[in-house]
């Protein structure tokens, strides 16, 4: 798999927090603390973070949590926003198949 991230440099202040390990879709993926889940997502080459209940792929669209259209599930909890939510050890992501109703909200 490709790394999309930016090269390290740190005369020009590219720099990355601590490797963490995540779960992504069911395989393990090396993150970096103080990256994005949506970062992850596009460093690892996936656009679509999930489909609609009509089945058309969405993604990142604004990046600052105000679209709705990043959605992944996080440790089991569903419409959590990619852009908006930052990685850490262990955690589980899965891209989201439609919307799906909370526990809390049923
Ligand atoms: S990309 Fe818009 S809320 Fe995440």
Known sequence: MTDARLPLDAAKGLERGPAVTLTLDGRA???????????????????????????????????????????????????????????REGMTVQRQDGWRAREEDA
Do not use: H, K, Q
């Open 29 to 87: 993926v090396t993150a970096y603390e103080g990256e994005s889940v949506a970062a992850v997502l596009l460093a690892e080459g996936e656009i679509a973070t999930r489909v609609t209940a009509g089945g058309s792929p969405r993604g990142v669209f604004c990046g600052m949590g105000v679209c709705w259209d990043c959605l992944v599930v996080v440790d089991g909890i569903p419409n959590t926003r990619a852009c908006v939510t930052w990685v």
